[in-house]
């Protein structure tokens, strides 16, 4: 059986880790914080004492990291992955990253003869540790064949889109897309509410329509309506990848006034929304009192 190894053991990260232990994965996890290492450990997996010990562990190794800044250090950072290098082994990172740090960061991998797959996930938490996430994955065909038979049994829908940082630009480009209908779903019950109709006969009407999405769908009916605020995906998670379709579509030197607007309306909802709330909280800024206590 492939030894898995798992760098980042926060919600996400533990969530994996479970999930392919109980698949009789042999699994080994390491995390930046002791907190972490020792709740793991706890939950019965085995626990390196730093990166080299999950590289020399490991066949395939898991990043489950919040930005592209530590993703990249983790890789070439003093003490990370590549000076830990081991030929054979593949890097899978399932951070939400930026496309050309995983194109630079694969590059420098191939050349120490290790490989690279960007498999940003969505599913939160739960999607984690039930195995159902769904992943958008950038890699070339024979690393991907190698790492195929874990990602089976970590999500429940895989898309290759293309090469080494493809994946990262569809979750950045989706992630774009669920803040920006997240807004026009909240000005939707707002004229609901003002013109006297029930939010969730609107919503009802709005899902059997064209005018659906995956937040009328999913998080209006879960998460807001019902006021639980509790999907496991932060407004600081959500604002940093904001600001990476941000960057992305300024390097690509497009003008998307829509996508200007969402992003100017998340880096100002920070005056009033703290990041460690529920990101579908960004509708309180025109739902306000709406949402049942």
Known sequence: MTAI???GLGKMGRGMALTLKGAGFAVTGYDALAAMRTALAAEGIAI???IGGVIAAADIVILSLPTAGIVADVV????GILAQARPGVVIVD??????ETSRRLAALLKARGMGFVDAP??????????????????????DLARVMPVLDRMSAKRVHVGGV??????KIVNNLLCAAHLLTAAEALRIADAAGVDAERLLE???????????TLVNVPNWILNGAFDSGFTMQLMRKDVRLAAQLIGELGLSLPMAADTARIWADSAASIADTDDFNRIVELQLGSMAKP
């Open 5 to 7: 190894g798992i760098i």
């Open 48 to 50: 390196a004492d730093g």
């Open 76 to 79: 070439e950072g003093a003490g």
């Open 94 to 99: 399932t951070s939400t990253s930026h496309p």
């Open 121 to 142: 996930v969505s599913g939160g938490p739960k999607g984690a540790a039930s195995g159902t996430m769904t992943m958008v994955i950038g890699a070339d065909d024979a």
């Open 165 to 170: 940082g493809a994946g990262n630009v569809a």
């Open 205 to 215: 009407g709005l899902n059997a329509g064209s005018g659906r999405s995956g937040v």
